[in-house]
């Protein structure tokens, strides 16, 4: 189209966000997008509901206010097992997905290589190609989702500049242990590159999975860009409250990149996190890992029943499922077919890989109200042969 830029014109909506618009269409139920519309801690909504009628309304500094700022750090040093500077190496940021932008503007230059772990979330492999850098993709074997070391070694060049992981990981829920951590810290280190990790589900674990944040491991620290956020733990994904935690020499470079498009992340909401991280108790976060395995249960056995094999995630609220028994000859087509057959919305599988090995394979979110979760479930019944019921 004229007037677009070259980058511009060769892009497509999300995946994620056409499905969800195509379960409004027909009134489906909505398991594409990761909305987590579960219940907000009641002392995180109403501390922003304080602050809003307190009138605190206004722009913050654009690292984020102290209390929040202290709240993160000590958050890292009890659950990450990581000291940080408050004032000097944690920003907060519009999201974990503009503080991942920002942290891309500051550190990586057009034509530099970084490598994705593949299935990948399309934002982090969208987000560099918006910026002219080249995404070079490592796959991940289902249905454990293991990688090989060689294979990571292969890809890099004198062009590779970072290397992103997720853990716990969307869409495949995989859990990078703490010897593959290793492995990559020990190329990462060898290499002279960064790492970008993504931590957004780091309370969502099962079946004994724990998490480990890649900068707490020896000379890591100064290696490493953390984001994260609250979307997920507090479900509150519109609010847009994510941080940046990584050396003190690149948070200034950052904040100005996230300056420029955000100004702050949100006043009040700043305020209402805060608020969570300081009075919630650790059986807050136990409490929602034990609800999201009974969800993860309910749709993973609801989906074997309907002939849609998932792969058990043992982190994350997301479960990739074979797609092959469903009509169509690509992952769009068959997560059309899986809609106006039940009104239940996936996401395709082609949305994740670079190539066309996701064509059989549909992503489900079961971050949803019990009630909804159920619904889905029930309408996937529709998919079971006369045999089988």
Known sequence: MKGLSRIASGIAQSEIRVMSVECERVRGVNLAQGVCDTEVPSVVRRAAEATIEAGANQYTRLDG?????????????????????PDREVLVTS????????????????????????????YHTHTLV?????????RLEAPDWKFNVADVERVITPRTRAIVINSPANPSGKVFSREELESLADIVVRH??????????????????????????????????TVSGFSKTFSITGWRIGYVICPSEWTTAIGYFHDLAYVC??????????????????????????EYL???????????????????????????????????????????????????????????????????????????KTADLENACGRLERLRSPASV
Request: overall charge negative; hydrophobic content about 40%; some cysteine.
């Open 265 to 290: 992340a949100p006043s009040p909401f700043q305020h209402g996190v805060t608020a969570g991280l300081s009075e919630l108790t650790p059986e807050f976060y136990s409490d929602l890992g034990r």
């Open 65 to 85: 206010i102290p209390a929040l700022r202290q709240a993160i750090a000590r958050k890292m040093r009890d659950y990450n097992g990581l000291n940080v500077d």
């Open 95 to 122: 999201g974990a997905t503009g503080g991942f932008s920002a942290a891309c503007m500051a550190l990586l230059n057009p034509g530099d290589e970084v490598v994705l772990f593949e299935p990948f979330y399309g």
């Open 294 to 368: 009974e969800k993860r249960n309910i749709l993973c056995q609801a989906l074997t029943q309907a002939g849609l094999t998932p792969s058990i995630p043992p982190g994350a609220y997301y479960v990739l499922a074979d797609s092959s028994s469903l009509p169509g000859k690509s992952s769009k087509e068959k997560a059309m077919s899986l809609l106006n057959e039940t009104g239940v919305a996936s996401v395709p599988g082609a949305a994740f890989y670079h190539d066309d090995s996701g064509e059989n394979l549909l992503r489900f979110c079961f971050a949803k």
């Open 192 to 225: 002279d590159l960064i790492l970008f990790t993504d931590e957004i589900y780091e309370y969502f674990l099962y079946d004994g999975h724990r998490h480990i944040s890649a900068a707490s491991l020896p000379g890591m620290a100064d290696r490493t860009v």
């Open 130 to 138: 918006a910026m002219n850098i080249v995404p070079v993709f490592v």
